[in-house]
């Protein structure tokens, strides 16, 4: 189980092929805060259709984006 399910779920559950979250926004639907190990766990997202397209730490978000 990786911390990061929660927000794997939620991903997943989104319509559309593109989705942006704030930093903040990710913390609270993963019940943990975004850190540098998020770099490590964006790839356990690829199973559930999506990718991380882009993070942004000027705008402080993270670009998801439907591969499937």
Avoid: C
Avoid at 20 to 41: C, K, M, R, T, W
Wanted: no cysteine; net charge negative; aromatic share 12%.
């Amino acid at each position: 189980m990786s911390k990061y399910d929660k927000l794997w779920s939620y991903v997943e559950a989104q319509e559309g092929d593109e989705l942006i979250l704030p930093f903040d926004e990710i913390g609270q639907i993963a019940g943990v805060p975004l850190d540098h190990s998020f770099l490590n766990y964006k790839k356990e997202l690829l199973p559930h259709g999506w990718e991380v397209a882009k993070i942004s730490m000027k705008q402080q978000t993270v670009r998801f984006q439907r591969t499937a």
